[in-house]
């Protein structure tokens, strides 16, 4: 069931309406009722396995509350580590690291090894829900939890339909609480949700399923042979795709969440207005980059070890963050690009952010030279493999000219110049969605706007949320 789908706006709908007319424990059972049968609509068998892992950590969370041998306690923790992450390991990256055998052995001479009747199928989500049980897990460890009482509540937390398949990972302290007390209707709030809504649908079906149509074409050969306007082409318009794709799906989580009660955190905030890669990773899916950092560069050691030990942990770091994303060593290759960026930023004392005022031409000289740096990384996200990103990185030293470039040009210039200029005015004005702090009336017209807009303006293409696979 995708979210840009007219059944999720049907689901929807009947959820929040028959929601409201609950009593706060019948709404925690009717909305986990509610979230098991949309993460079933892809496969039911998939249910068993977030359901076991659901229940091993409220067990395991309940009895680390009563244990007080810290070598007990640790025990408890390191086998619920390795539950989940075995979980998480076998149906990510089997496939993976089967494959990468076989290539491993074709190279060697041995080409008549097959793996293909060991393909496992990768359950939607499981990287999402994987980490927030993991969060959950280390901090009831460290106390600075207390576990669920109800194993409603908290399998609610852990498979709430709006961030269920790609997030934002929710942090325990903020959404389990939020699942344990009773939801009032908030007329503001709700409105706000629908708005979030419906930007979200914007950015998925008009801003970034357009530009799919230009980076489709770049990568998989449709432009010709690969030269320097192919790659510029297919680089901007794939940077525009999937930031308009994976924000617009945090938008629709978030506003989904807000339309039954909940909040969600912050996910983007103008990534690429950012002038250094630290900031560029305080912007850019949030969610996921707080979490590297406290469940896995602070446990590494962070920057408390000497400056050889923290330039390590971030390079490790963003090697597992890269891995993370998707079972291709194009992913290591382009976490290890943005560790060793993070690195020299460091070794060179590079603010983390705009922390002095500087001249809006140097601002903008920062922001521009990082924008093209990290569009150059994406080049490794997007490609299918490290050979097709090397060959297509190759076309940068090739040039030839066809009329149909400058038509692919406007196109992009057209669908992502409204996202840059919402930007601008978001950053502008901290809001979270454009003209938040504008007048009921304004933001109506907006919504309407953006409906006429998806209406007349979305692509005609079937394009999942490229978050989905992770």
């Known amino acids: 069931m995708l979210f840009d ?6 689901f929807l709908s009947l959820v929040v309406l028959l929601y409201w007319r609950l009593s706060w424990r019948a709404q925690n059972v009717f909305l986990l009722a509610a979230s098991y049968f ?89 990287s999402f829900y994987t980490f927030q049980e993991v969060a959950y897990i280390v901090d009831v460890y460290k106390g600075k939890l207390e576990p669920a009482d109800s194993i409603v509540d908290y399998a609610l937390f852990i498979s709430l339909f709006p961030h269920l398949i790609a997030g934002p990972i929710q942090r325990p302290s903020h959404l389990l609480p939020q699942v344990q007390r009773e939801r009032t209707m908030n ?46 082409l297919g680089t901007y318009a794939f940077a525009w795709q999937i930031y308009g794709d994976f924000a617009g ?25 950012a002038t250094t890669l630290q900031d560029f990773w305080r912007r850019w899916h949030i969610s996921l980059s707080s979490w590297l950092r406290d469940y896995l560069y602070i446990p590494l050691g962070g920057n408390r070890k000497g400056e050889g030990k923290t330039y390590g942990n971030l390079l490790t770091t963003m090697l597992l963050g890269g891995l993370w994303h998707g079972a291709n060593w194009t992913f290591v290759v382009w976490g290890g690009i943005h560790g060793a960026g993070l690195a020299l930023e460091r ?65 992009l210039v057209l669908f992502s110049v409204p996202m840059f200029l919402m930007d601008l005015r978001m950053e502008k004005y901290r809001e979270e969605y454009i003209f938040q702090n504008a007048s009921p009336w304004i933001r109506t017209g907006l919504g309407f706007s953006a409906l006429v807009a998806v209406a007349f303006f979305a692509a005609n293409q079937a394009s999942t949320f490229i978050y989905f696979q992770f």
């Open 249 to 273: 799906y945090s938008n629709i989580a978030r506003g989904a969440a807000q339309l039954l009660g909940f909040h969600f955190m912050v996910n983007f905030r103008q990534p690429y207005l």
């Open 38 to 126: 949309f993460y079933g609509w892809w496969d039911w068998r998939f249910l068993l396995l977030m359901a076991a892992s659901t229940c091993i950590d409220y067990v395991v969370a309940k009895k680390l509350a009563t244990l007080r041998n810290p070598r007990h306690r640790r025990a408890l923790l390191i086998l619920s580590l390795v539950v989940n992450f075995s979980f998480l390991g076998f149906f990510k990256y089997f496939n993976f690291f089967t494959g990468s055998l076989v290539t491993l052995l074709s190279s060697l001479g041995f080409h008549t090894v097959s793996t293909s009747f060991l393909r496992i199928l990768l359950p939607p989500g499981i």
């Open 347 to 411: 070794l060179l004392g590079l603010p983390g952010q705009e922390e002095v005022k500087s001249s809006t031409a140097v601002t903008w000289g920062k922001r521009i030279f990082l924008f093209n740096l990290v569009c150059l990384t994406w080049i490794f996200f997007r490609a299918t493999s490290i050979h097709e990103a090397l060959i297509f990185l190759g076309g940068l030293g090739r040039w030839e000219w066809r009329p149909e470039y400058l038509t692919a040009c406007k196109f």
């Open 187 to 232: 007329w503001d709030k709700f409105f706000d949700g629908l708005m979030m809504v419906l930007f979200g649908f914007f950015q998925k079906c008009v801003i970034a399923d357009n530009c799919a149509y230009i980076a489709n074409s770049a990568f998989n050969g449709n432009f010709g042979a690969t030269t320097l306007p192919v790659v510029l």
């Open 5 to 10: 789908s007219p059944v999720f706006v049907v």
